[in-house]
């Protein structure tokens, strides 16, 4: 990413040597907060146009805008399928109370620190991020693409995103709920709003993913007895998971 281009973009070019000064990249930039901008001579309304602009860079990396050729690709796929979804629900607990005692501007930095982490580990399990909102995430295993151990692979990144959320660093210790159901669903249309994009699905299982969640102490896994039924020599033992 050029920063002086971008900001050139955003009509702020005034502060591309400010910038450089201070050794602002790509990386850095998403990690920036009022006070920093505000170290470095950024005058208010700037800073707030700036804030905005990173929060939308932010969110087209975690939800990133399909091309012509993928939308195309994607129009030509069957509008609704039936098939077998594990789906996990993810729950940041506590966040009613974070929202209460943070500034937004800290709340929005520790949200996206989460979605990040949650994208991240769910991804290196064969996971699809369907939709954030808010302080959950839903996730389907066995889409786009089915795998015989999908209900095995979801449970293993819950139990991987318990960790990884355990151990990210930051004024706060973040904690998450995960409910992890597997079922039959209808698959529906790819629905692409702004930034984002997700495959809308019709079943009981995200309900029932959704309802465990709720049933799952801080730093636990619950299953519903579908998904426990897949695990197959995949102990209970194993997977420190409450089996419902």
Not at 87 to 113: H, K, N
Not at 165 to 192: C, F, K, M, W, Y
């Amino acid at each position: 990413m050029d920063i002086a281009a971008w900001l050139r973009r955003l009509g702020l070019d005034r502060y591309e040597q400010a910038f450089r000064d201070n050794a602002i990249d790509a990386e850095v930039l998403l990690e920036l907060t009022d006070a920093d901008l505000e170290k470095i001579g950024v005058l208010l309304g700037h800073r707030k146009r700036l804030l905005k602009a990173i929060m939308e860079r932010e969110q087209s990396t975690i939800h990133p805008v399909p091309s012509s050729e993928e939308i195309q690709s994607r129009a030509a796929e069957p509008a609704a399928e039936r098939r077998q979804l594990t789906v996990t629900f993810v729950d940041l607990v506590g966040s009613t109370a974070l929202s209460s005692r943070l500034d937004p501007e800290d709340l929005r930095d520790i949200i996206g620190t989460y979605h990040r982490c949650v994208a991240e580990t769910i991804s290196r399990f064969g996971g699809f991020v369907a939709k954030y909102m808010g302080d959950g995430v839903l996730v389907y295993f066995g889409y786009p693409k089915a795998h015989e151990n999908d209900a095995e692979q979801a449970v293993r990144a819950g139990l991987a995103l318990v960790d990884a959320i355990r151990r990210l660093q930051g004024s706060e210790r973040l904690q998450v709920r995960i409910g992890i159901a597997t079922g039959e669903v209808v698959v529906g249309d790819l629905i692409i709003s702004g930034e984002g994009q997700e495959r809308g699905i019709v079943g009981e299982t995200p309900n029932l993913a959704a309802r465990l969640q709720t049933l799952a102490e801080p730093e636990a896994v619950v299953i519903g007895p579908q998904t426990r039924q897949l695990l197959g020599d995949f102990s209970s033992t194993a997977i420190s998971a409450r089996s419902r």
